[in-house]
């Protein structure tokens, strides 16, 4: 039962345009979410978090969106370059964010064309 | 640079034969994890530490065994009793309040 859903395996845009990752859940105990970013041959990297209490957070090119009711949050990445090309995790976590209760989601591979 | 140190990069092993991943972090973090990513999948938990000489097991432990002698430390055996032990090994490391910061990753081949 996969709890934490990233649908879309892959995705491919324009350098400079937007690029919009999803990621769906199914627990509604899960208060803190996460994005990681994976290049090959190296370990994931924080990204970027929210908390249930917030809709938004931004961090310079990256905002990530959390829609409670919908179970839903997107990574928004504007604009693209090519270094973003990567594989992005979501992960989400109840209760305040204990790293031994993070569940990931399988990620979605980015590719941004020059 | 604090960080944190994987070895070996790569590693084969004979089936029935024990294996031993290395982790070490410099980043004077109480917490240590250890996850096994496969093709296709997310991340899933095998051990994690949050104090010396303390352990606990994760989402997927059977077949895996851990120590933590040294806070620096947490070394995974891959048993011969781990079925399917051909994976990606990702160990971190955190506050234990905070985010995971991975090391580069360990790939594991049964031959």
């Known amino acids: 039962d996969q709890q934490v859903k990233q649908n879309s395996p892959s995705l491919s845009v324009q350098e400079g345009r937007i690029s919009i990752l999803n990621c769906d859940y199914t627990?509604?105990?899960?208060?803190?979410f996460l994005w990681y970013k994976k290049y090959p041959a190296e370990g994931p990297t924080f990204l970027i978090s929210?908390?249930?209490?917030?809709d938004k957070n931004e961090d310079g090119r990256f905002t990530v969106f959390l829609n409670k009711s919908a179970k839903h949050l997107s990574l928004h990445i504007v604009p693209s370059q090519p270094g973003d090309s990567a594989v992005y995790f979501c992960?989400?976590?109840?209760?305040?964010?204990?790293?031994?209760?993070?569940?990931f989601g399988k990620g979605t591979l980015l590719t941004v064309n020059p | 640079d604090g960080g944190i140190t994987q070895s070996p990069k790569y590693l084969f092993r004979k089936e029935g034969q024990n294996v031993t991943l290395s982790c070490e972090q410099n980043?004077?973090?109480?917490?240590m994890y250890w996850y096994r990513q496969d093709p296709g999948q997310g991340l899933r938990l095998i051990y994690y530490?949050?104090?010396?000489?303390?352990?606990q097991k994760g989402d997927i432990a059977e077949g895996y065994s851990v120590s933590r002698e040294k806070k620096e430390s947490f070394p995974l055996t891959v048993t011969s009793a781990q079925k399917n032990p051909t994976a990606f090994y990702l160990c971190?490391?955190?506050?234990?309040?905070?985010?995971?910061?991975f090391g580069e990753g360990s790939r594991l081949t049964v031959l």
């Open positions: 971190a490391s955190s506050p234990l309040l905070g985010e995971l910061f």
């Open positions: 627990n509604s105990m899960f208060d803190y």
């Open positions: 929210i908390s249930s209490i917030k």
């Open positions: 992960a989400a976590s109840p209760s305040g964010g204990s790293n031994y209760k993070l569940t």
């Open positions: 980043l004077n973090h109480d917490a």
């Open positions: 530490s949050q104090i010396v000489n303390d352990f």
